[in-house]
């Protein structure tokens, strides 16, 4: 008896696996209806097939669903714990499909984006704003590392996109030129360089500057040694295992200057102000790109990239 039991659940479970979800459809809004009719009506399909459809379905899962009369269709009691069932699985499947559409399009998913310039100001904090406006589906995952740590993440897949200073480590991958950002002095209040509108390169032969180990330290580093070619105009330079938040802190108490780049000055920081940093050309400035994987079929990175496009073109070639 177990047996057929068993064997009979089985069969029938095995049927209700090849239901069209159409079927399940066509009751769903029959119930909502009342009606084979006006259901048929709404769905844009002839009566009869959905009489049929519906027919099948009971035959499918051995139940009678519907009571039929002159005056329309009404649920059986079984049939209502099935309708319940059936609306639940039909949202279910919309949800997923929506889901899926959004994924494909990128309005939905995660992307990934590696950085280490600042996010207090300037054009990354303007893109991630806007980017969260037009898909504010996505998850947006914001790494902060090293250069090298971002160019072996990249490689590894880990992280969709990198935002990076151009120079330095070179990433294997496809690149997008973005923005250019001025270099700065950062100095107490008070300084003596601080009375001028400008400063020039020359004009640090005297002073401690203040880096941190930490990127983008070494590429401003490495900037700063370009400009001052001879020794004789270099200042002194001291290195700190310390994050950028507390080399100004070290400059506000005296203990030197330090460079950073524009967008590091977004956040307020008591006892500092910022002067512009020049040659003899204009403002030294630092330029920024955008790093991806080749084979990175992301939609939400496409969506990104397609951002970053429009608010930052090529410029035409002339």
Known sequence: MADEQDHRYLSLRNQSATIPLQHLRYAVVSAEYGSFRRAAEALLTQQSTLSRCIRELEESIGVIVFERSSGGVCATSAGRDFLRTARSILEQMDALVTSAKSNGRGEAGRLSV??????????????????????????????????????????????????????????????????????????????????????????????????????????????????????????????????????????????????????????????LTYREVRDGTGPSQVNYSAHWRKDNDNPALANFLKLLGERYPLPCAG
């Not at 941190?212 to 330290?217: A, E, F, K, L, V």
């Not at 070290?250 to 920081?269: K, M, P, R």
């Open 114 to 271: 590696g950085f280490y310039t600042s996010l207090s100001a300037g054009n990354l904090r303007a893109t991630l704003v806007d980017f969260r406006q037009r898909c504010p589906q996505v998850a947006l995952g914001m790494v902060e590392r090293s250069r090298m740590r971002l160019v072996t993440a990249l490689r590894n897949g880990a992280i969709d996109v990198v935002i990076a200073t151009d120079g330095g480590h070179v990433f294997d991958s496809n690149a997008l030129p973005l923005w250019s950002e001025r270099v700065l002095v950062a100095l107490p209040e008070g300084h003596q360089l601080a009375g001028k509108k400008a400063i020039y390169w020359t004009d640090l032969r005297n002073e401690t500057v203040l880096l941190s180990h930490y990127d983008p330290g070494r590429e401003l580093e490495d900037l700063l040694l370009a400009k001052l070619i001879s020794t004789a105009d270099r200042p002194k330079i001291e290195r700190h295992d310390v994050s950028r938040g507390i080399i100004k802190t070290l400059i506000s108490i005296g203990f030197g200057v330090s460079l950073v780049a524009e967008s590091d000055i977004g956040v307020t920081f008591a006892g």
